[in-house]
């Protein structure tokens, strides 16, 4: 090849060595104009809605495995947190405005105060050289007041606690349908495994929050009592416990149906193959080159004498059925969310009544001994 000049391959030429590829590859369809897996069993169409068939064999998988599903979905070009709207988790940003205006809200006096008013509702703040910073749980890291800008830098509190500052509505925190009772922080614990002083005044603050979140339930359930309480919270655990027995009773059956299915179709389409099989005699050279068509018919044929089929059902007809047990678990499923958050509420509930009736024992107890 030394001495011949380089040069574009004509058309022709081009077209020459895609038939000789073509026709090199064992596993080349010519129909689809394409090279099918190795296995020649399965490939991919893509067909008119085809993205909608992916879509119900997504919905069907996470609701065997107990995830959640989109329901209803729009179609829509705009940006996902756009579609997610006020449902979408607000920002470590976002809550920290919000803070801020809760705490400019009720009307500060100077800086100091209005500082004071943030460290009351669990916001930590301090200085870092000239930066004012603020997080919402030791957990998190600090956020700079300047980085969130607009009506929230230090400059711009100041202005609008002296009232010279015309301020932007924002987006509002978003209202939940239901009031969240969170369990009791274990403060000498966590200090125990070195947590610092910060720490120590967020949880006093997060636990008196949660303690009167618990006697609010109480009052908006028409003032219940105790004994009603831990009835509820039974019920609703027995409850619970049901429907997670009747999901899994489910996806028991819609395994079997799946199964059956397969068996099924394997017996269905090695039939023929096992009938040639007997003809032959049981000859050893012919299950020699049909040896898996005659293992999956053998295999289908012991699944049906295991689970005591005589007569078989069809495969229309047990789809239908999948279809049923697949809608039964989609109800049962939206009924176990729902329930589940009922039990988490009132079991924080009743943890937090239970705390707070303990060191009413305990009080009453040190005064009887003194």
């Known amino acids: 090849m030394i001495g011949r000049a380089s040069r574009e391959l004509t058309r022709s030429e081009r077209a020459a060595i895609r038939r000789l590829v073509t026709e090199l590859c064992a596993n080349y369809d010519n129909l689809e104009k394409l090279c099918l897996p190795l296995d020649c069993q399965k490939k991919f169409r893509?067909?008119?809605?085809?993205t909608w068939a992916i879509r119900r064999m997504n919905d069907k998988l996470c609701l065997e495995h107990g995830l959640s599903i989109v329901e209803n979905p729009k179609s829509s070009r705009d940006h996902y947190g756009t579609w997610l709207g006020n449902g979408r988790q607000p920002s470590h940003q976002e809550q920290l405005r919000w803070a801020i205006d809760a705490a400019l809200k009720e009307k500060p006096k100077d800086f100091e105060e209005f500082l004071k008013k943030l460290e009351a509702a669990g916001v930590e703040g301090?200085?870092?050289?000239?930066?004012?910073?603020?997080?919402?749980?030791?957990?998190?890291?600090?956020?700079?007041?300047?980085?969130?800008?607009?009506?929230?830098?230090?400059?711009?509190?100041?202005?609008?606690?002296?009232?010279?500052?015309?301020?932007?509505?924002r987006r509002t925190s978003p209202q939940k349908p239901v009031s969240k009772v969170g369990l009791l922080v274990d403060i000498e614990a966590a200090i125990r495994f070195g947590k610092g002083p910060g720490y120590e005044r967020w949880a006093k603050v997060f636990n008196l929050k949660q303690l009167s979140q618990a006697v609010i339930y109480l009052k908006e359930h028409?003032?219940?009592?105790?004994?009603?309480?831990?009835?509820?919270?039974?019920?609703?655990?027995?409850?619970?416990?049901?429907?997670?027995?009747?999901?899994?009773?489910?996806?028991?059956?819609?395994?079997?149906?799946g199964e059956l299915q397969k068996q099924i179709v394997n017996y269905a389409k090695t039939r023929a193959v096992y009938v040639e099989y007997r003809k032959a005699g049981y000859s050893k050279k012919f299950r020699a080159a049909h040896e898996a068509e005659i293992l999956l018919h053998q295999a289908a044929k012991k699944y049906f004498d295991?689970?005591?089929?005589?007569?078989?059902?069809?495969?229309?007809?047990?789809?239908?059925?999948?279809?049923?047990?697949?809608?039964?678990?989609?109800?049962?499923?939206?009924?176990?969310k729902q329930v589940r958050a009922d039990m988490k509420e009132l079991y924080n509930v009743k943890a937090n009544v239970d705390y707070l009736l303990d060191g009413f024992e305990t009080e009453r107890k040190r005064d009887n001994v003194h």
């Open 46 to 50: 893509n067909f008119w809605g085809s």
């Open 126 to 169: 301090n200085r870092e050289r000239k930066h004012l910073r603020f997080r919402l749980s030791p957990e998190d890291r600090y956020t700079r007041c300047d980085t969130l800008k607009g009506d929230y830098t230090e400059q711009a509190i100041r202005e609008r606690i002296a009232g010279t500052r015309t301020v932007t509505p």
């Open 222 to 257: 028409d003032d219940m009592s105790y004994e009603d309480l831990k009835e509820k919270s039974d019920a609703t655990t027995a409850s619970f416990n049901a429907l997670s027995s009747q999901i899994k009773e489910l996806e028991s059956q819609m395994t079997a149906n």
């Open 306 to 336: 295991e689970v005591g089929i005589t007569k078989l059902p069809s495969v229309k007809s047990l789809r239908e059925e999948y279809t049923g047990l697949l809608e039964q678990k989609r109800k049962a499923y939206s009924a176990y």
